[in-house]
């Protein structure tokens, strides 16, 4: 006589886990033991690594300081209107400024070289 498990757990691929490294409840594939959280590289931020301009950027600050508009820019580099601003913006939070006169200001003192200690 045969036995019909007719209550058969149904096989899915997914079970509810908690992760092995912090605890939280997630849904895990087969073998995995470690909730996608834990699972993220560590130490990959999105902040760049140094506030060193690249080269792209020098020239847009360079134009910046002839108090170029950002469509002469884009026009002048061959980007779109779009990819400066980008580019703006990345300046900006790099040099830690608001504004396209305070970054042309902070180039200007820069290129004049370190600001003597009294
Ligand atoms: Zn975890």
Redesign the pocket.
């Known amino acids: 006589m045969k036995l019909n498990i007719a209550a058969a757990p149904p096989t899915t691929l997914s079970v509810s886990r908690s ?6 409840g ?1 849904r895990a594939f087969k073998r995995e033991y ?6 993220k590289p560590r130490g990959r931020t999105y902040k760049p690594a140094t506030n060193q301009l690249s080269f792209r950027e020098k020239q847009i600050v360079t134009l910046i300081r002839q108090a170029k508009a950002n469509k002469e820019i884009a026009y002048e580099l061959c980007l779109s209107e779009g990819t400066v601003k980008e580019y703006l913006y990345r300046i900006f939070r790099k040099q830690n400024v608001s504004s396209r006169t305070e970054l042309a200001i902070r180039s200007y003192q820069e290129s004049l070289g370190p600001v003597a200690q009294a």
């Open positions: 992760c092995a490294r912090c605890g939280t997630f470690i909730c996608p959280t834990c699972r």
